[in-house]
């Protein structure tokens, strides 16, 4: 055999990158196991005990819980797109939109149907409310509307995941309609989130939303309950300047609000970055700055037991509250911020 030249010169080279290859793996994996307990060590050091002694009552808790059951209830098999349980749980959202004198804002009246491969008569539900400053951009409030429908016979209902949402977006809408916003808000209840957020990335590849038209998103997803009574909001990572305002929020309202689970694997090891895991991503990847609230996942999450009386009804009014003390905030923040320049 005839080793060529160039491998003989440089030999100390390659044992050299070899042996690095073989350190490199374990070097690694402990490397990440450090990040994801610092990370811990951090989301614990920035837990509060409780948020203030008291929360806001603006919203009708009665009302969302009438309509968080009525959309888990097992009439609805689970709102699965386009079976008789999401299409009913769809024209549902339409006649509250309806009824509150939102505007259009879909393709088709209220809905924005879109196609993917494996889900069928699909379609997003879009609301418009004009704020008080034409000039201003939209906000997109968003939750998604849909579940997993059944499996092996059993229903999967989906009361937490995402009926709360989408109870609470009502809500927000109602809010809203008496106490006009500065921003035009687009109530979007979304669909096939539980297909990879196809609704939501809907929005923008068909060209249905522009990107630039929009100053950002809130999403709610899961907020009715949780074994460590805690309220995630993700995505101050990606956009610092949510912090101070989170921190507002947190004044006025009980709920101990986490900000975490945004952070990439170099940053925050194994510990779950939720960037992409409900439809804010959608919002994301286009640019669109957003906050996500939301629980962790329960025992209960993405099972048949997902039920509307496992509802922790007063920690539900208390995240719903937070998550409007927010949208309230930035759409005061945002008017200035645009204003200014
Ligand atoms: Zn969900």
């Known amino acids: 055999m005839n080793t060529p030249s160039w491998i003989r010169r440089y030999w100390p080279l390659w044992v050299v990158i070899i042996v690095a290859v073989i350190l490199w793996w374990p070097g690694r994996a402990m490397y990440l196991d450090v990040l994801t307990e610092r990370e811990a060590a951090r989301i614990a050091a920035i837990t509060p005990d409780q948020g203030a002694e008291s929360t806001p009552e603006r919203l009708d808790i009665e009302r969302m819980m009438d309509d968080l059951t009525w959309l888990a209830a097992p009439e609805r098999m689970g709102r699965f797109p386009g079976s008789e349980g999401g299409l009913a749980a769809r024209e549902f959202i339409e006649t509250q939109f309806t009824e509150l004198g939102l505007l259009p804002a879909g393709s088709e009246g209220f809905l924005h149907p879109f196609t993917h491969e494996g889900v069928d008569n699909a379609a ?8 008080r400053d034409p000039s201003l951009r939209t ?3 968003s939750a998604h509307y849909d579940h997993l429908g059944v499996k092996n016979g059993d229903i999967y209902h989906g009361a937490d995941d995402n009926a709360s949402g989408t109870a609470a977006l009502l809500e927000y809408a109602r809010y809203f309609t008496e106490n006009q916003p500065n921003h035009t808000l687009l109530f979007a209840a979304l669909d096939s989130e539980e297909h990879g957020l196809l609704g939501a990335h809907a929005l923008f590849n068909t060209g249905h939303l522009t990107p630039s038209d929009i100053a950002f998103n809130v999403n709610v997803d899961m907020l009715s309950r949780d074994t ?3 309220l995630f909001a993700v995505g101050t990572y990606h956009h610092p300047w949510l912090v101070p305002l989170v921190r507002r929020v947190q004044q006025e309202n ?3 609000i986490v900000m975490a689970h945004d952070r990439p694997k170099w ?5 779950e970055d939720w960037t992409m895991s409900s439809d804010h991503g959608a919002f994301h990847r286009v640019g669109i700055p957003f906050i996500y609230f939301g629980v962790a996942d329960h025992p209960d999450y993405h099972s048949p037991r997902d039920t509307a009386d ?3 009804v007063e920690f539900y009014r208390i995240t719903s509250e937070a998550a409007l003390s927010f949208i309230k905030l930035i759409d005061q923040v945002l008017q200035e911020k645009i204003a200014t320049h």
Do not use: S
């Open 139 to 141: 906000i997109v409030i």
């Open 267 to 271: 940053k925050a090891g194994h510990t």
């Open 254 to 256: 009980e709920a101990r």
């Open 228 to 230: 460590d009574q805690l």
């Open 310 to 312: 496992k509802v922790d």
């Open 124 to 131: 997003n539900v879009l609301g418009m409310l004009p704020g």
